[in-house]
């Protein structure tokens, strides 16, 4: 007779539920303030006590250590996630578009990882290596299979990133910045492909597409084709949502 699984401590439980809520508050105030913002105000934001806060990271820089580890490992299961469903030059260039698309976002937090701050230190030096560790499963199997130019290399697609991010970020345009990320993409091909059509997310249904692909108003990804009705204008809530909160911005 199996015994039953023992439920951690109430204590524990609401200490690690502490730490992610601390956590994922640090990524989003660091994300719009920058690494400057204090720790009291991510407290405030995250409706915990300054204490609550020092207990689990005792100083800023600890803190953002832990927020670029916790992207850059989110990162790493979106790498294993498109090695897993999808061709290998296109899980390459989906990936980094989707590395492209969640860092656009978050400038500051990625100015810290590649700015000099004396990183990487024991955790970021982990999360940094298992994500080239992905990437480079990513490339060896586009390499292999034919589809990607020979002489790429880990630490270019790398700066790829970097400069696509703050591309994507720059362009007033979301979806000609989106777009012109793609043509950077393009480079890395054997055989240079300009539909964006192949980088979707492979675990939604295939769709098929005419010539004449609309892509969203706000990321540029390629829309499906309706045979009747009015053209869809995102490609889903989100994106909707989005352009929704710019237009009241505006």
């Known amino acids: ?18 730490r992610e809520l601390v956590l994922s508050t640090a990524m989003r105030v660091f994300a719009e303030e920058g690494p400057g913002a204090s720790l009291g105000v991510i407290a405030q934001r995250a409706g915990v006590g300054a204490g609550t806060v020092y207990r689990h990271f005792p100083s800023k820089d600890i803190l953002l250590e ?64 298992r994500f080239h560790e ?28 970097v400069g696509g991010a703050a591309l994507r970020s720059a362009h007033r345009d979301p979806a000609r910045g989106a777009q012109l990320v793609r043509l950077l993409l393009d480079g890395l091909r054997t055989r240079p492909v300009t539909e964006p059509g192949p980088f979707r997310d492979p675990s939604s249904s295939p769709r098929h597409e005419t010539p004449a692909t609309r892509h969203c108003g706000e990321c540029g990804a390629p829309l499906p084709a309706r045979p009747t009705g009015r053209p869809p204008r995102y490609c889903g809530p989100t994106c909707r949502q989005r352009a929704h909160r710019r237009r009241l911005a505006g």
């Open 1 to 18: 007779m199996t015994a039953a699984p023992v439920a951690a401590p109430a204590g524990r439980a609401d200490a690690r539920r502490n």
């Open 66 to 129: 832990a927020v670029l580890a916790e992207h850059l490992d989110t990162m790493v299961a979106a790498a294993d996630r498109w090695r897993a469903r999808a061709a290998p030059g296109d899980a390459l260039s989906g990936f980094l578009l989707e590395v492209i698309e969640q860092s656009a976002g978050r400038q500051h937090v990625c100015d810290a990882l590649t700015g000099d701050r004396g990183w990487p230190r024991a955790v970021l030096a982990a999360a940094v290596r």
């Open 134 to 161: 992905a990437l480079e499963r990513l490339l060896r199997d586009a390499t292999q299979a034919g589809v990607i130019r020979a002489d790429v290399r880990v630490d270019d697609l790398s700066a790829l990133a």
